[in-house]
């Protein structure tokens, strides 16, 4: 499993124009599924991403969790984290996890992250979406889950 996380001052995700996701300060996240990731796989990618020391404290040092900080969180899922460069002009996409298998685990995703007590707003799952920010910092991290 393969998460983009950037730190926001707010995002959001349409749909055709229609908003379907929005949150002020927290975590946008992108989420890859592949074709060997379980449950186990993203309990362990919620956590991280929740208790990911990536917000300033009193001195400005990365030492709040987006839970310390109370943050909001957007989580879009994103098959293309799986696209293989390494050939050719075109990706591959031979270890995304099939949508079927993906849409399970990403909606369970959201699941884990509101069960943590984060508002989570999240996009449509297989739609073209469009998504907006404010990146804080920049601050963008990758996180693959441990194989």
């Given at each position: 499993?393969?998460?983009?996380?950037?730190?926001?001052?707010?995002?959001?995700?349409?749909?055709?124009?229609?908003?379907?996701?929005?949150?002020?300060?927290?975590?946008?996240?992108?989420?890859?599924?592949?074709?060997?990731?379980?449950?186990?796989?993203?309990?362990?990618?919620?956590?991280?991403?929740?208790?990911?020391?990536?917000?300033?404290?009193?001195?400005?040092k990365m030492n709040l969790s987006l839970l310390d900080a109370k943050g909001e969180h957007l989580l879009v899922s994103q098959f293309t984290l799986y696209g293989d460069t390494s050939q050719g002009r075109r990706p591959g996409f031979v270890e995304a996890a099939r949508p079927e298998q993906a849409r399970i685990l990403y909606e369970k995703g959201i699941a884990l992250s509101q069960s943590a007590g984060v508002k989570t707003a999240h996009g449509v799952f297989q739609a073209h979406m469009q998504v907006s920010l404010i990146n804080d910092g920049p601050t963008t991290f990758w996180v693959e889950s441990p194989r």
């Open positions: 499993m393969r998460a983009l996380i950037q730190r926001v001052r707010s995002a959001k995700v349409e749909v055709g124009s229609q908003c379907v996701g929005e949150i002020g300060f927290g975590l946008l996240t992108f989420l890859g599924v592949s074709q060997n990731d379980t449950e186990k796989d993203l309990q362990w990618m919620i956590d991280k991403i929740l208790n990911l020391r990536i917000f300033e404290d009193q001195n400005k």
